[in-house]
């Protein structure tokens, strides 16, 4: 089994002045990613399906101003916010679509992991998706204008502001963005009569349309270490994705089986803290039906976690899958 090793190095510093060079591109826009990696099988359509079924759609104006998701993430614009590729203002209906993530289940069915392009553990306070066409042509978003985001929180938490998206291998990531901020705010209690505040929101603004997380990164001190799952025969990385779903964060991490052995590792890219409390959880769809596994460990130095058959629970319909993943 092959363990590849990546050490963290102050040349990310380097890395992140260079990804906030490239932000501001005015024509450059982040459309849903296929799930990342995309097995060969069903399962792949499986998280395809699940980012389609998220997406939420608003047929607004430039006069609508403001629209709130089904997870409460507030969205505010104004008639010079969404423009043409010419950069004149949009003029008429035009479609807003919306996607939420809160929380690590919702970020595990959607297949959008919590770590760096570069390797590092994130600490998510919410995930949202922007994106906005007319007559499906698509539409960008004026830097100097842009939307006002607010997303409920109940932890009164720091956060810094990443943007998504496919890295060169066509793994889906995030960047640090060093030019916006996430601001922690107290909000009015949800009686709305005042008195107690107990609701906070991340504030922040979007300049670009695309994938934005409100983060930050995870750091315990602990030493770093590969992990690797090991499958029963006939499960692999054609048929099966591998999470690790850390236990007691916001946080959630792919695995990889590129040569499709059945032994699944964190890729080229990413180490994990000693220590940590994580559950690997298994989903697989083979000849129609579906299986999955949730195997609870804590990770060791060198960890290697063998999952046998008996671990595996199936045959299931995509339905049934869909059930396990919202009881997380």
Same mark, same amino acid.
């Given at each position: 089994m092959k363990i590849i090793k990546l050490l963290f190095s102050t040349a990310i510093i380097v890395s992140l002045t260079l990804l906030a060079c490239q932000k501001d591109d005015p024509t450059a826009f982040v459309l849903p990613p296929n799930p990342s990696p995309t097995p060969t099988s069903a399962i792949g359509d499986f998280f395809k399906n699940n980012l389609e079924d998220a997406t939420q759609s608003f047929t607004v104006n430039p006069n609508n101003y &403001?629209?709130?998701?089904?997870?409460?993430?507030?969205i505010t614009f104004n008639d010079n916010t969404f423009t043409y590729a010419n950069g004149n203002a949009v003029v008429g209906n035009f479609t807003i679509e919306l996607i939420e993530a809160q929380h690590k289940r919702d970020m595990l069915r959607l297949n959008k992991q919590t770590v760096t392009k570069d390797g590092q553990l994130l600490v998510s306070g919410g995930i949202v998706y922007v994106n906005a066409t007319?007559?499906?042509?698509? !539409? &960008? *978003?004026?830097?100097s204008n842009p939307v006002q985001a607010s997303i409920p929180t109940d932890n009164y938490l720091a956060m810094d502001y990443f943007t998504g998206g496919d890295d060169a291998n066509g793994d889906f990531?995030?960047?640090l963005s060093v030019d916006d901020t996430v601001t922690t705010n107290t909000a009015i209690d949800s009686t709305g009569q005042g008195g107690e505040w107990e609701l906070f929101l991340f504030d922040f603004s979007i300049d670009s349309v695309g994938w934005i997380n409100c983060d930050y990164f995870y750091s315990s001190g602990d030493p770093l270490t590969d992990v690797e799952v090991d499958l029963p025969e006939d499960y692999n990385g054609s048929n099966t994705m591998v999470f690790v779903y850390y236990s007691d964060i916001n946080a959630v991490a792919n695995m990889n089986d590129s040569d499709e052995d059945g032994t699944f590792n964190l890729g080229y890219s990413y180490e994990t803290p000693v220590g940590m409390d994580v559950s690997f959880i298994v989903v697989s769809e083979i000849d129609g039906s579906y299986y999955y596994? *949730?195997?609870?460990?804590? *990770?060791?130095?060198?960890? !290697?976690? *063998?999952?046998d058959d008996s671990a595996i629970n199936g045959p299931f319909t995509e339905e049934d899958i869909e059930n396990f993943m919202n009881s997380l």
């Open positions: &403001s629209i709130t998701g089904n997870k409460g993430t507030v007319q007559n499906g042509q698509q !539409l &960008s *978003i004026n830097d990531g995030w960047d596994a *949730i195997v609870a460990a804590t *990770i060791t130095d060198n960890h !290697l976690e *063998i999952i």
